[in-house]
């Protein structure tokens, strides 16, 4: 395949899932007056992944808090219990919150091996896409910024490139024509998170071709969706990128512009399996993508490894 430059269909903007309530009413938290004059604050979410909550209670008296930033996974339950400093007396207050995807600071495995997420035998050009924030709003790009485009000839299936719960899903903009534009962040996408809470991004995808919903379970070779056009490339692609989250200080961009607000999420250089072994991509570089079947099964359950097995 010869090597052709790619548009700026690559230059990935670190939004979406890295934005404060990223999915629009994603997590909602209620709150509830006990007889025994507790407080008990739940909360319900569209997904079953990982998201961190920061509340903030602007008001709050007869009552103490130490902890203000909570960890949440599956559809629903309990926050926190407020319990009363006076029996006698009940709990004044009022509060507001802010929420992001991930999972605080998960133990990540360098060996954790990906494969190239599109069928194989398809043909597929890498290059590591810019981080979008430094190219126009003057930010820097975080140390280990890492982001992938990944494009092919012709329209081809994307499959998961390793096992995991898909957490979010969009799939509402028209696939654009060619226009020259060179970026827009209205692209179908899907998130999957990891088990060991690291999400990867698959952005650039045809609209109405999404195959997978949230909260189905994927496995490397799975297909989500197809690949699109995007601006003036004569090529179909997606972006790819795996991150995590680092921070939980969900107010430090609170004030803050395009161009001087920091990630809450670090990034990872996955190892994806190219040329028979574990390897880090190269830029600009074309490579065959091709299943494997221990890389498939490294994250099975005995279950799940025997019914893949009976399948084969």
């Known amino acids: 395949m010869r090597k052709r430059k790619l548009s700026l269909l690559f230059v990935f903007f670190l939004g979406g899932v890295a934005g404060l ?25 569209n997904d079953p992944g990982h998201v961190l909550l920061a509340l903030n209670f602007k008001e709050l008296s007869n009552a103490r808090t130490t902890k203000q930033v909570f960890a949440l996974k599956g559809y629903a339950g309990a926050v926190t219990t407020l319990l009363p400093i006076n029996r006698e007396q009940s709990i004044t207050y009022s509060y507001n919150y802010r929420y992001v995807r991930g999972k605080l600071n998960p133990k990540i495995d360098a060996e954790d091996i990906y494969i190239l997420p599109y069928t194989s035998g398809t043909q597929v050009y890498v290059a590591e896409a810019r981080f979008l924030k430094a190219t126009y709003f003057g930010n820097t790009a975080p140390n280990d910024w890492k982001s992938y485009g990944m494009a092919t000839d012709e329209q081809q299936a994307v499959v998961a490139s390793r096992k995991g719960t898909v957490v979010e899903v969009t799939d509402i903009y028209d696939d654009e024509e060619s226009d020259g534009t060179s970026f827009t962040s209205k692209q179908n996408g899907v998130i999957i998170e990891h088990k060991d809470g690291t999400l990867a991004h698959y952005k650039g995808l045809a609209k109405g071709s999404v195959k997978v919903k ?17 601006g003036d490339s004569n090529r179909y692609g997606i972006t790819f990128v795996v991150m995590y989250l680092k921070s939980d200080d969900l107010y430090m961009n609170a004030g803050k512009t395009m161009g001087t607000s920091q990630s809450l999420y670090g990034f990872v250089t996955p190892q994806f ?12 570089t074309t490579y065959t993508a091709k299943s494997n079947d221990d890389v498939i099964a490294r994250e099975m359950s005995k279950k799940e490894l025997k019914r893949y097995q009976k399948g084969k």
């Open 21 to 45: 309530q990223a999915q629009e009413k994603n997590v909602v938290v209620q709150s509830k007056r006990n007889s025994d004059k507790s407080v008990e604050l739940t909360y319900e979410k």
């Open 273 to 284: 399996f190219v040329d028979g072994e574990p390897a880090v991509l190269k830029d600009r």
């Open 214 to 230: 949230v909260g189905d379970e994927v496995n490397p070779g799975t297909m989500l969706a197809l690949n699109t056009k995007r």
